[in-house]
Structure formats: C-alpha cells, structure tokens
C-alpha cells in the first residue's frame, strides 16, 4: 500500500509532464510566431509610414503652389476691391453733395406731407363721423318703418275686432227683437 501512494503521484507527474512538454513546445512555437508577426508588422508599418510621409510632402507642395497662386488671386481681387471702392467712394460723395443740395427741398416736402396726412386725418374723421350718423340714421328709419307697420297691423286688427264686435252686437240685438 505504501507503494501505492508514491507510484500513483509519480505516474501522474509523469503524465502531467508530457502534457506539459507537448503545451510548452506549441506555446513557445506561437510566441516565436507572434515576435515574427510583430517585427513584420513594424516593417510594413514603417513602409508605410514613408509611403505616407512622402506623399504628405508632395501633398504639402502641391499645395503650397496652391496657396501661392490662391494669394496672388486675392491680391488681384483686393487691388480691385479698392479701385472699385474708390470709385464707389468718389459717386459717395458726388451723391452726398447732390443730397445736401437738395435737403431743404426734402425738408420743405416732408412738411407738406404732414400738413396733408392731418388734412386727410381730419377728411377721414368727418367721413367716419358721417358714415356713423347715416348708419344710425338707417337703423332708426328701419325701427320706425316697423313701428309703422306694427302700428298698421294693430290698426287693421283693432277694426277687424270693432267690426267683430259690431256684427255680433248687432245678431245679439236681432235676437232679442225675435226673442
């Protein structure tokens, strides 16, 4: 039995150790693999990190040519922008003499306008004060038109109730003289 239990751990270490051999042999194969890939993949990396910068520098000058020729098209832009403000300016002020020369007739008009706007105000006033009064004077004439003819229609029934009461004062009269 003591035999048991130092050959039962033994055979399991040994079984333990080739498994363990077999998985150290593939996980330094992979790590080899892995240190390989990685070195590959700096040099590609800095392949094409040379590709890139050499195309960031032909990049840079082509537009640095740009930039060249897109300043020299502001500057022509710019030298015109200020002869056509000079020219603008110089109208300006021929405008603005002609304006000055004519502020006191403008002024002169401006009066006139109001004077006219206050005339018209008070035209428009009075017109509304008379569209009220004829509309008022409308509705009055409807109200007494139709107390008129209520007054008509009263009438017409008061005689029609007068006849009524005739005619049958006159059947109660020729009943008694029969009766």
Known sequence: MNKIYILVPVIGLAVF?????????KDEAMKET???????????KAIKEREAR??????????????KRERE?????????????QEANDIFDA???ERDDNKDSVAKLKR????????????????????AEIAFINKYTEKAE???????????KVEAAEKERSRQAAETAAAKKKG
């Open 34 to 44: 892995a240190r390989l890939q990685a070195i590959e993949d700096k040099k590609q």
């Open 73 to 85: 098209e502001k500057d022509r832009i710019e030298e015109e922008k200020k002869k056509a403000f």
């Open 146 to 156: 139709a107390n008129r003819k209520n007054y008509y229609d009263l009438l017409a």
């Open 54 to 67: 050499e195309a960031a520098i032909a990049e840079a000058v082509t537009a640095q040519e740009r930039r």
């Open 17 to 25: 150790f080739s498994f363990y051999q077999s998985f150290s042999k």
């Open 112 to 131: 006139r306008i109001t004077d006219i706007e206050v005339e018209i105000s008070a035209l428009e006033s009075a017109r509304n004060a008379g569209l």
């Open 95 to 97: 405008t603005k003499r």
